[in-house]
């Protein structure tokens, strides 16, 4: 079986600076498959790439068999794909509402699940219901992004280091999270984190990104394993 | 004080109209960022078209009556909004990406082949139309003064309070509304999430162009006049008003009008007369007035006066 997203070696370019080179990487239905990297590695890049913005300049972007590379930015949303993207990118003038609003109503899906699982995920959110996105905390609009992206009912979910600026704690909180969408509603994640520790035991599997091409992968243990790993991005211990 | 009462009335209703058009420039402004330099000549445009129609009809032998203004303000709405949407199909969707100055170089340029197009086949000299709408209601009188409002400025306000109200809660209230919210405020998000954010502009497009051919309507019928060169002074007084209610705020754009209309009319109303400092002004530089006060507020006041100033995480 063919996986359900392949990127299929896609170069990626900004201008002139070649942020992608040549990268292949397939997540199959029902995984978690984490994207470990350096700041500046193309792991944002690689994202925005799947909703061809930029474009990809060589290669080819599959979903579900679909070749989606040259699609419109909105009709690879439609296909099945999410993304909670670097910087949350919340709406600032609407409500924690309208924003998970905006999250279905391209879909034509009734926005009431979506809205539930949300406020189940993350009952803070619905403490905020009405309250501006643009004054939410960092953590409050990175709950919102996930909630938001959630209720399209994708097929595949992209998170861009959902743990940025969190506190401990409520990093947990949204890996655990993750787990249980993956593991209760098979929810396929590709996953992109500094945090490569929590990251790689959440994972499936997992690769290696440093300047724009894929340089290791794996199974989220077998790269925990790996000298170079540890010391390049899990710190030493 | 009748007199300032009167010319009060009279600000409001010219006010009312400039409004209109600002809701439009300010549509704009807040989802693609760009002036749309030919918005008062869509304006123009819409008064044509209310006044071929109003010819036609009239031809037709329908008598002027309200179902006959209904009648020509929805054709003109119709047919000027299919206008705005090929502007913005021709003239600035292609240029999307492109560096910032080539929609506004382009928004000038479809200015001037709006102008032309109806300077050609309408001809170079004001139109006029009969009266539609007569009448007046003697609101007060005594000693010499009467205060009246007539019939045409009771329409202007009550049909432009009515759109409003309409536009209003279309953009808070509704799908659409909330997209055209969501592209303003991050427009590749919005895509992101499935919305087509091309047809979100144009439909903001259609909208603007709609409300702007109410406004050319409503012009027409109170002043009686359309020439292809009204959309020039007509669209910089409108887009005065939207700076000064602050760019991207709806209801700044009708505070910003009405305060226009109000300046514009005490101002021919005023200047010249014999008291204090107004015998130095000059009633026919009402124009200039408008002007002064756009560029006093992009000097003192770049944000406007409902503008946002708030701090936002982003
Ligand atoms: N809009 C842009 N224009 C030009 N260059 C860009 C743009 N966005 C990213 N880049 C460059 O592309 C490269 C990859 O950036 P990208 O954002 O994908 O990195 P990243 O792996 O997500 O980093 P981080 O962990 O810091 O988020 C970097 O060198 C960056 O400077
Ligand atoms: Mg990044």
Not at chain 2, 75 to 82: F, G
């Amino acid at each position: 079986m063919s996986a359900m997203l392949q990127l299929d070696n896609v170069t990626s370019a900004y201008g002139a600076v070649e942020a992608l080179r040549g990268v292949s990487v397939e997540v199959n239905k029902g995984e978690i498959v984490t994207l470990i990297g350096a700041n500046g590695a193309g792991k944002s890049t690689l994202l925005m790439t799947i909703f061809g913005s930029p474009r990809a300049r060589a290669g080819r972007v599959l979903f579900e068999g679909r070749d989606i590379t040259a699609m419109p930015l909105h009709e690879i949303a439609r296909a099945g794909i999410a993304q909670a993207p670097e910087g949350r990118r919340i709406f600032p003038r609407m409500s924690v509402r309208e924003n998970l609003l905006m999250g279905a109503q391209a879909f034509g899906v009734d926005p009431g699940p979506g809205l539930e699982q949300a406020f189940t995920l993350f009952p803070r959110l619905k403490e905020r219901e009405t309250q501006r996105g643009g004054t939410l905390s960092g953590g409050e609009q990175q709950m919102l992004a996930i909630g938001r992206a959630l209720m399209s009912r994708p097929r595949l979910l992209l998170l861009d280091e959902p743990s940025l600026g969190l506190a401990p704690l409520v990093v947990r909180g949204i890996f655990s999270a993750i787990r249980t969408l993956n593991e209760q509603t098979g929810l396929t994640v590709l996953l992109v984190e500094q945090n490569a520790n929590q990251a790689l035991r959440l994972a499936h599997r997992a690769y290696v990104l440093v300047t724009g091409r894929i340089t290791l992968e794996g199974t989220g243990a077998e790269l925990l394993a790996r000298p170079e790993i540890r010391d390049a991005y899990l710190g030493t211990h | 004080m009748a007199y300032a009462l009167q010319q009060l009335i009279n600000g409001v209703a010219l006010g009312m109209i400039y409004g209109l058009i600002a809701v439009g420039y300010t549509m704009v402004y807040g989802i693609i960022g760009m002036i749309n330099f030919a918005h008062g000549d869509i304006f123009m445009v819409g008064a044509f078209v209310s006044l071929i129609s109003f010819v036609l009809l009239s031809t037709g032998g329908w008598a002027a009556g309200p179902g006959a203004v209904l009648l020509v303000l929805l054709i003109s709405m119709a047919i000027t909004a299919l206008y705005g949407w090929s502007v913005e199909r021709i003239a600035y969707r292609p240029l999307r990406g492109s560096f910032r100055l080539a929609p506004l170089i382009s928004a000038i340029g479809m200015s001037i082949v709006l102008q032309n197009f109806v300077q050609v086949s309408q001809g170079a000299r004001a139109k006029p139309i009969e009266p539609v709408i007569r009448g007046s209601v003697e609101l007060w009188h005594g000693n010499g003064f009467s205060v009246s409002v007539s019939t045409m400025q009771i329409v202007i306000v009550v049909v432009t309070l009515a759109v409003l109200a309409v536009f209003t809660w279309l953009v808070t209230s509704t799908k659409l509304g909330r997209a055209m919210r969501a592209c303003e405020q991050d427009r590749k998000m919005a895509g992101l999430l499935g919305i087509d954010t091309d047809r979100t502009i144009s439909i903001t497009f259609v909208i603007g162009a709609a409300l702007a051919a109410v406004a050319g309507t409503l012009y027409l019928l109170r002043y009686g006049l359309a020439d292809f060169f009204m959309g020039f002074i007509v669209g910089v007084k409108a887009f005065t008003a939207a700076v000064l209610g602050g760019v991207g705020s709806l209801p700044g754009a009708l505070l910003g009008g009405l305060l226009i209309g109000l300046i514009e009319t005490l101002w021919s109303a005023y200047a010249g007369q014999d008291m204090f400092l107004l015998r130095e002004l000059n009633p026919a530089y009402k124009d200039v007035a408008a002007f002064a006060i756009l560029i006093a507020t992009l000097i003192f006041l770049p944000s406007g006066l409902l503008g946002r100033a708030e701090v936002e995480k982003v």
